[in-house]
């Protein structure tokens, strides 16, 4: 049975009593438990339980904004982009991210929440989005290195979310996936070239950007679980299919022998086989840095944040063209 844990409401005393629901209520609340129990997916318009829809529009208009906030750091290197090939690449992966943003609005949309309301939350700085794209893109090595690490972390964590319990979201991330597999292909692809073809320069730069995103791409998968306030009821939910630090483990193991084949060496002097556990052990993760970027204090919040409001003001002139074509163009089939 999955209990309402965000419903609760405080005793006199500081203990915690369970919101009483009427019968109808109940059985609405005992029918979606049975079905999250079963593994069934919910649509859009199933009943379910506010902190249900709740808990599902914080995460996935979060997404949402990241992947939109996402194509900042590297639409900052498409003008260049040392070939006409790396620059279609790159092109059509910053295209990408905004379309996953879009679906991930769209998914968000069928919980009752606008879009308008979305970015204007994102815009006034109450709503979050990754902690990693708070970081800058120094050099060229950092697109690759972007692809590499911040999409593969980005799979790891999504793959789990195809068989998320809400359905739209769901099949959202189907599509999302295929096309982030792409990403950390080309990612990787352009720092084996840099390794392999490259100048001692060119390596040296690839190593100094595996250097700085080590870290952060390690805490994109959010706090240590035993600090997660939302990860157990979004993992009775079904909404959050693995933990935090589960995920984080696996893509420190996929990663060690990508670094190996490529040539560099991962930041952690503490990263060692274990043999006992079968998985890499890595050093401690300063989340205390964590919590400043998250809480806008990272080295580009603000720039990133100023460049998605300016943008939103200057394409104001689009919507409203956009907004008076649709206009006309009913107005010419009624008439
Ligand atoms: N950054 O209790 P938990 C991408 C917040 S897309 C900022 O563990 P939860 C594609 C968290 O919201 C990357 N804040 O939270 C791309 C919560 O605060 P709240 C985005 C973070 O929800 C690639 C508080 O800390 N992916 O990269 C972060 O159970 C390249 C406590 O944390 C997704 O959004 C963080 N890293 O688990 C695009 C995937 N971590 O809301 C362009 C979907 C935690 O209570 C270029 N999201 N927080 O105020 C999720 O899987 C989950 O929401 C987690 C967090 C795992 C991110």
């Avoid at 952060?216 to 939910?237: E, I, T």
């Avoid at 935090?244 to 420190?252: E, G, S």
Wanted: aromatic content about 10%; glycine content about 8%.
């Amino acid at each position: 049975m999955y209990t309402q844990a965000m419903d609760t409401m405080a005793r006199e005393g500081g203990a915690k009593l369970e919101k009483v629901l009427r019968p109808e209520e109940q059985a609405l609340q005992d029918r979606f438990d049975a079905r999250i129990d079963a593994g069934d997916f919910i649509e859009a318009k199933d009943w379910m339980p506010d902190n249900y829809r709740k808990t599902l529009l914080r995460q996935i208009s979060q997404h949402a904004h990241s992947e939109i906030v996402g194509m900042l750091p590297e639409g900052n290197w498409i003008s260049r982009a040392p070939t006409l090939k790396r620059k279609a690449i790159l092109l059509a992966k910053v295209q990408d991210e905004g379309g996953h943003g879009l679906y991930l609005y769209a998914a968000a949309e069928t919980l009752g929440t606008s879009r308008d309301q979305m970015i204007d939350a994102l815009h006034s700085g109450k709503a979050k989005y990754s902690s990693i794209f708070n970081y800058p893109t120094l050099t060229w090595a950092d697109i690759g290195t972007i692809g590499w690490l911040v999409d593969g972390a980005a799979i790891m964590n999504q793959v789990p979310i195809c068989r998320c319990s809400f359905a739209p979201y769901a099949r959202a991330m189907i599509r999302i996936c295929r096309e982030e597999s792409f990403h950390q292909r080309q990612g990787y692809d352009s720092l084996l070239t840099m390794m392999r073809d490259g100048t001692d320069a060119q390596r040296a730069m690839v190593q100094d950007a595996v250097n700085r995103w080590w870290w952060p791409c390690l805490m994109m998968f959010g706090p240590p679980d035993d600090q997660s306030p939302n990860s157990a009821q979004g993992m009775r939910w079904g909404i959050k299919r693995v933990s935090n630090d589960t995920l984080r483990q696996k893509f420190v193991d996929a990663t060690v022998q990508q670094a190996q084949v490529l040539g560099v060496t991962l930041p952690d002097p503490d990263l060692k086989w274990n043999e006992e556990r079968q998985h890499w052990d890595f050093g401690a993760i300063d989340w205390s840095e964590f919590w400043r970027v998250v809480g806008g204090d990272g080295p580009c919040n603000r720039e990133r944040l100023a460049m998605r409001v300016a943008a939103w003001e200057e394409g104001a002139w689009v919507r409203e063209a956009a907004l008076a074509h649709a206009r006309k163009q009913s107005m010419k089939e009624a008439a």
